[in-house]
């Protein structure tokens, strides 16, 4: 079973930054697509960022311009730079990859606070 492994979440100011990672136990078969979500307490999980297996990225509108989706070249690693945060951030973060032939992963989620 593989398993997703977030890192990089805490506490920080407005206006900072913190890198979240994302690795994965073993590789994994035919990924289509890596990505992050967020969910703030008495709110829906949302979709951050995606990056697809040709390399597109997605973001919402929120952090557009603020944060930045990428991954290792073997694609068993992905991050989420997150600059200029907002308390509007918060929530738990969590980690996803899509696959063609065995559906979603999920990690286990990692917490990111910005408060002054």
């Known amino acids: 079973q593989v398993q997703l492994v977030e890192s990089g979440g805490g506490l920080v100011q407005p206006g900072g930054s913190l890198r979240l990672s994302c690795a994965a136990s073993?590789?994994?078969?035919?990924?289509?697509?890596q990505a992050w979500y967020r969910q703030a307490p008495g709110k829906q999980r949302e979709l951050v960022a995606r990056i697809s297996s040709g390399g597109s990225t997605m973001y919402a509108d929120s952090v557009m311009g603020r944060f930045t989706i990428s991954r290792d070249n073997a694609g068993n690693t992905v991050n989420l730079q997150m600059n200029s945060l907002k308390p509007e951030d918060t929530a738990v973060y969590y980690c996803?990859?899509?696959?063609?032939?065995?559906?979603?992963?999920w990690g286990q989620g990692t917490q990111v606070t910005v408060s002054s």
């Open positions: 996803n990859v899509g696959t063609w032939v065995s559906g979603n992963y």
């Open positions: 073993r590789s994994i078969f035919g990924i289509n697509s």
